[in-house]
């Protein structure tokens, strides 16, 4: 039932994700961020059950980590770190799968603003813009008319506000708080958040 | 709902004078929902050899990632290219190892021989291989592709 988007634009990326942890019927938690920083300019937006997201998440952000202490300071680049997770979640896919949907976006001074979709069963595609779950119904068609190339960071974030502003109206699910983020050549940022991810 | 039809994509692979074509989709789907319009199917290992990989995006990935590792080491030892003949019957092998649990990919590969002869081969997903002399598809509309 997660909601996560991404959309690019010129000298960086934009993900947001809905806020809500929920099973059955019951909401256990409406501040959880679901988008977490693998590297200083890279930053994934991870959706399906909770203990998958953490776990899988985690797992990337301390290995990446790991490298970076191990090759001598040497970052990975985004590229580099999207096939990773694609690799990790391959491997697992026949042992003990991870059911998670991902959008990692990241920053290079080369590539500029990138955005990777990576699906559960590890099918990996750089896009310029993407959508994990139902969302996708109601805001693919909206980016679709809305992106363009050359974008600026405030035109993206419109466009986020765009579909979630769709997701408030037509999806059946209530999803009153997003988080969005937004990685550029400064680093991952937060944009907003419905509520504090650090509140108790 | 089967898995070999859950991203979707159509293969075609064909043999001229002295030359081999091939040409497949863009598309990666998630059943009915179109992701992405680049995605790439067929992959060149050489100058004169081209796999087309048809089936589970994530499988389409990793049987290249595998395809690509098993050429270079081939390279490496033998020190001489991969011929598309070699090729196939490393792949038909690849994937009927995993016979009881199988990549989710029916390739077609289409190359030249040493004498610039046209090869193309396909098999199924455990690497029952066909080899013709005049076209091989592969994918969710074969039955198109073959004229129906």
């Known amino acids: 039932m997660d909601s996560v988007l991404g959309v690019t634009y010129k000298g960086g990326v934009i993900l947001a994700a809905d806020q809500g942890n929920a099973r059955s ?6 501040n959880l961020d679901k988008i977490t920083s693998l590297s200083g300019h890279t930053a994934l937006a991870c959706s399906g059950p909770h203990a998958d997201v953490v776990n899988f998440s ?9 490298y970076e202490f191990s090759k001598d300071g040497t970052v990975l680049s985004t590229h580099a770190q999207a096939n990773y997770c694609r690799n990790e979640l391959a491997k697992a896919l026949r042992k003990g799968p991870y059911q998670v949907n991902n959008l990692l976006g990241g920053f290079d001074k080369k590539a500029g603003g990138s955005l990777y979709f990576l699906d559960y069963l590890a099918s990996l595609q750089k896009v310029n813009f993407g959508a994990q779950g139902y969302c996708g119904h109601f805001c693919l068609s909206i ?5 363009k190339e050359g974008l600026t960071k405030d035109e993206a974030v419109e466009i986020i506000k765009h579909c979630i502003n769709e997701i408030h109206t037509r999806f059946l699910i209530a999803q009153p708080n997003f988080i969005i983020k937004n990685i550029d050549a400064n680093g991952v940022e937060i944009v907003s958040f419905g509520e ?5 | 709902m089967s898995i070999l039809e859950y991203n979707g994509g159509a293969m075609i692979a064909m043999a001229g004078k002295d030359c081999v074509g091939i040409a497949s989709d863009n598309r990666l789907g998630i059943q009915l929902q179109t992701v992405a319009t680049d995605f790439r199917k067929v992959f060149g290992l050489n100058d004169k050899l081209f796999v087309g990989l048809a089936g589970l995006a994530s499988d389409v990935q990793t049987v290249h990632q595998i395809l690509k590792f098993r050429q270079d080491l081939y390279e490496l030892r033998e020190e001489r290219e991969m011929t598309p003949s070699v090729l196939s019957n490393l792949l038909s092998n690849l994937l009927y190892e995993k016979r009881f649990g199988p990549y989710f990919v029916e390739p077609i590969v289409a ?22 002399d005049d076209f091989v598809v592969s994918g969710t509309c074969t039955g198109n592709l073959y004229g129906m």
Do not use: C, H
């Open chain 2, 111 to 132: 190359g030249l021989t040493k004498e610039n002869k046209p090869f193309l081969s396909g098999m199924d997903l455990i690497g029952a291989p066909v080899y013709t």
């Open chain 1, 143 to 147: 980016m679709d008319r809305d992106w």
């Open chain 1, 196 to 200: 504090d991810p650090a509140s108790a």
């Open chain 1, 25 to 30: 019927i019951l909401m256990y938690q409406k």
């Open chain 1, 58 to 66: 985690e797992f990337i952000a301390k290995n990446i980590k790991l």
